[in-house]
């Protein structure tokens, strides 16, 4: 169904940025110039367009970005936003703008603003981006591969230094309200155990037993993955040295995981998207999401998708225990 000729649109990043939101952004300009559209970039989120901070994108002025992390358009969480006064004033700067469609990059929070936006008349579209890959509608979000990939490969190194002393790790891992990434790490490395929030655990039974039967079968080198959604990371440390008697580190990878130059997964698909929400725009679709589900591209209502809670994958929760032996 194609919708009314747009001619003006507008993007913006907004809540914790992702590795890829680059390339998403490179696309959507690059789309919508090649469809005769002009773009604006909003700087700083939802921010940006209460203040109306925003500046004309050409293709040129995406140049190169796909390598690097982080997003051009600089990202924020903004309070003002969640009142209608701040609503309406965003509103309000669209159509003053000619805005006609706006692309929305980010996760539930970017979301919940986009859908509210849109009850005051702005057709916008999403496009799933956060290292934690939690949002419900998507099996993917741009992003989760490059800061996997990142503590997979901090992890590594720990391991040499950690396995030359006989010690264990304890490494945090992102993700404060859902284990997803702490639980495809934890595959990669080959964690012992891996606690994640979604899942209670028993200190004894789930990560004592575990690393003391792993030292009677021969494994001088134990690694606890935990989400920081779990909390506690310290006592787990001083419990585990306590009980086990073998000397104990906690590392911490933090916000690097949210750094650095996006894999080819998080460049492809952040292309992908971003060229698929601006067709969405053309089509006249709105109040949706762009989607990632069974290897296709496809958009699902926003409201319905802010409805959704993603549940775990217990079959490779299952399979991480199980392996761990
Ligand atoms: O949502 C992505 C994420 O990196 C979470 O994994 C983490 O808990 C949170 O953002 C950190 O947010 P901030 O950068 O505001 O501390």
Redesign the pocket.
């Known amino acids: 169904m194609e919708g009314k000729k747009i001619r003006r649109i507008a993007l913006l990043t907004s809540?914790?940025d992702?590795p890829g939101m680059n390339a998403a952004i490179r696309s959507v300009v690059r789309t919508a110039i090649y469809n005769d559209i002009q773009v604006l970039g909003i700087r700083r989120g939802y921010n940006g367009l209460i203040k109306n901070d925003f500046f004309p994108m050409d293709s040129r002025s995406v140049n190169k970005i796909t390598a690097q992390g982080g997003t051009m358009l600089y990202t924020a969480?903004c309070a003002e936003f969640q009142t209608p006064e701040g609503l309406q004033r965003a509103a309000d700067n669209c159509k003053y703008l000619g805005i006609e469609g706006l692309v929305c990059i980010g996760?539930d929070g970017t979301f919940r603003g986009a859908q509210a936006l849109s009850e005051y008349g702005v057709q916008v579209v999403g496009i799933p981006a956060?290292?934690?890959n939690?949002i419900a509608c998507t099996h993917y979000s741009i992003g989760f591969d490059t800061?996997a990939n990142t503590a997979i490969d901090a992890i590594d190194k720990l391991s040499d230094t950690m396995q030359s002393h006989e010690r264990i790790s304890v490494v945090e891992v992102?993700?404060?309200?859902?284990g997803h990434?702490a639980l495809y790490v934890g595959l990669s490395v080959g964690a012992a155990v891996t606690l994640i929030p979604e899942e209670p655990y028993d200190m004894q039974r789930d990560i004592i037993d575990v690393i003391r039967e792993g030292r009677i079968h021969g494994r001088n080198h134990s690694i606890v993955i935990v989400a920081?959604?779990v909390g506690n990371t310290n006592e787990i440390v001083k419990t585990i040295e306590a009980e086990t008697g073998v000397e104990t580190r906690l590392t911490v990878i933090g916000?690097i995981?949210?750094g650095g130059s996006p894999s080819a997964r998080d460049r492809v698909m952040g292309t992908r998207m971003g060229h698929y929400a601006v067709e969405a725009l053309m089509q006249g679709q709105n109040n949706v999401i762009v989607c990632y589900r069974d290897s296709q591209l496809c958009t699902v209502d926003c409201t319905e998708a802010l409805s959704m809670k993603k549940k775990l994958d217990g079959y490779m929760y299952r399979v991480g225990k199980e392996v761990a032996i």
Not at 174 to 178: C, D, F, T, V
Request: proline share 0%; charged share 30%; no cysteine.
């Open positions: 809540g914790g992702a969480r996760g956060t290292i934690d939690d800061a992102m993700g404060r309200h859902a990434l920081e959604g916000h995981q949210r």
